[in-house]
Nanobody, 129 residues
Framework: QVRLVESGGGSVHSGGSLRLSCEAS?????MAWFRQAPGKEREGVAA???????MYADSVKGRFTISQDNAKNILYLQMNSLKPEDTAMYYC??????????????????????????WGQGTQVTVSS
């Protein structure tokens, strides 16, 4: 069982920056950030696998950076050039499920909610224009 606790959300103006943190109670094979806006499906934002592969949603490429402090089991999401459409509840997710290397590198599985079996409670990010 992996417990995840997010922090760092808040309200900023368009163009601003925030850094989200997710503290995990233990290690996992992969971790990710998802977000969900009211009335919309949960979408993968950025993910990182233990094989050092990272993946980003097209909408955040060049603006968001995912990183991890393995020693402290903390996942970060640096968000720059924020836009009003980035407004959502942001969730940290982790997975200890075994997955084939080929599946990880040849698909977008890292950004699918079904890949993850542990979830945090979320932290709200609001970007005003």
């Amino acid at each position: 069982q992996v417990r995840l606790v997010e922090s760092g959300g808040g309200s900023v103006h368009s163009g601003g920056s925030l850094r989200l943190s997710c503290e995990a109670s233990g290690p996992s094979y992969r971790m990710a950030w998802f977000r969900q806006a009211p009335g919309k499906e949960r979408e993968g934002v950025a993910a990182r696998d233990s094989i050092r592969m990272t993946m980003y949603a097209d909408s955040v490429k060049g603006r968001f950076t995912i990183s991890q402090d393995n020693a402290k089991n903390i996942l970060y999401l640096q968000m720059n050039s924020l836009k009003p459409e980035d407004t959502a509840m942001y969730y940290c997710a982790a997975s200890d499920l075994v997955m084939a290397y080929a599946v990880i590198v040849e698909s977008n599985v890292l950004l699918l909610p079904s890949t993850y079996n542990y979830w945090g409670q979320g932290t709200q990010v609001t970007v005003s224009s």
